[in-house]
């Protein structure tokens, strides 16, 4: 089975709201990864508005619904506009003020799995495949289960950030028995958060895994060599 990509072009509307023009253009790099083949394009609407606008969202579900995977909060706000627009699928995350990424997977604890529960549930009457963001551990993957989520994207953030050798192989441990609990559980098992060149392709290779949601790192090699190029050579690390 073919590994899928998912880009995230968040950081294309970061480098347009810094100047407030309307270049580069989000929409412009979607159509250059379907051209490519990139399965899902990714983006995060945040509560701040500090990078993706609620227009990106309107043109790329306009022209690219199936392809489009929104990250939100579960809030009412995104919920709104999650059935407003339609995207294929939605990823819900965790979202803090002033964070500088999304910084972990979703807290699923009694607190907070009313909320989620009640959005995944909103998200799939509108149609809408759902995601859950969570750290990779067997209690989150069975709680996602339970409220319904179609997807588990398992939070590679600490794998991504592994200070010593001994450490990455035991968080690449974790992953993939999450990702086989994910399958067995009959759960779509997507990864991401942190990943690039350097260290896909053991994510890549974990027996199970179904997509790669990849953001930056892709963005930021797009600057010297172009976003074909970043993405090609991406696809090539995950082959
Ligand atoms: N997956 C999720 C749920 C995320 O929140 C992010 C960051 O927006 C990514 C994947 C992509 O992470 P990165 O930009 O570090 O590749």
New binding site residues.
């Given amino acids: 089975m073919k590994l899928e990509l998912?880009v995230?072009i968040?950081?294309i509307a970061t480098l347009r709201q810094a100047r407030g023009m309307n270049n580069p253009v989000p929409f412009e790099a979607a159509q250059a990864c379907i051209r490519l083949g990139v399965e899902y394009i990714?983006i995060?609407l945040r509560r701040d508005r500090r990078h993706i606008q609620e227009n990106d969202l309107r043109l790329l579900t306009k022209e690219y619904r199936e392809h489009i995977h929104l990250?939100m909060a579960a809030t009412q706000e995104m919920t709104d506009l999650a059935v407003k627009y339609k995207p294929g699928s939605v990823?819900i995350?965790p979202e803090y003020p002033g964070e500088l990424?999304?910084s972990g997977g979703l807290k699923l604890d009694e607190k907070h799995i009313p909320t989620i529960q009640k959005t995944v549930k909103i998200l799939k009457k509108a149609g809408i495949r759902v995601?859950l963001?969570v750290d990779p551990k067997a209690d989150n993957i069975r709680c996602a289960k339970r409220i319904g989520a179609d997807i588990v994207?398992l939070?590679?953030?600490d794998y991504?950030e592994a200070k010593t050798e001994k450490q990455r192989q035991s968080l690449l441990e974790e992953l993939s028995v999450a990702a086989i609990l994910g399958r067995e559980l009959g759960l779509e098992v997507?990864?991401?958060?942190?990943?690039?060149y350097d260290n896909v392709e053991d994510v890549a290779n974990i027996s199970g895994m179904q997509c790669l949601?990849?953001?930056?790192?892709?963005?930021a090699r797009a600057v010297f060599v172009g976003l074909p190029q970043a993405v090609l050579e991406m696809r090539q690390k995950i082959a």
């Fill in positions: 998912g995230n968040d950081h990714v995060h990250e990823c995350v990424t999304t995601s963001f994207e939070c590679t953030k991504s997507h990864s991401g958060h942190g990943l690039d949601n990849i953001g930056f790192s892709i963005i």
